[in-house]
């Protein structure tokens, strides 16, 4: 049984730092990743990692987000530097399995106050 646990929302002032983690279990992945979504808006890619170590960030975030992953313990990284409140929303760990099967987390609160 696949889980994926995450960890490391909660409220900052702008400009702070927050670091999510998502830890994975009960398959192996080729690729995991945080996307986020607002009410009411599609859920978007914010930042991916293979586990070759290949990076994919969307541009909004770009110079301020950071992701990497141990792939010895399954788990990545999403290291938030320089938050805006308009990356207030929840987060949510992706992981895709080696047969091209997604796995979400149930998400985690990002609030950043102005």
């Known amino acids: 049984q696949v889980q994926l646990v995450e960890s490391g929302g909660g409220l900052v002032q702008a400009g702070g730092s927050l670091r999510l983690s998502c830890a994975a279990s009960g398959s192996i992945f080729s690729i995991m990743g945080w996307y986020r979504q607002a009410p009411g808006k599609q859920r978007e890619l914010v930042a991916t990692?293979?586990?070759?170590?290949?990076?994919k960030l969307a541009d909004s975030v770009k110079g301020r987000f950071t992701i990497s992953g141990d792939n010895a313990k399954n788990t990545v990284y999403l290291e938030m530097n320089s938050l805006k409140p308009e990356d207030t929303t929840v987060y949510y760990c992706?992981?895709?399995?080696?047969?091209?099967?997604?796995?979400w987390g149930k998400g985690t609160l990002v609030t950043v106050s102005s």
């Open positions: 992706n992981a895709r399995d080696v047969g091209g099967r997604d796995y």
């Open positions: 990692i293979t586990s070759g170590g290949s990076t």
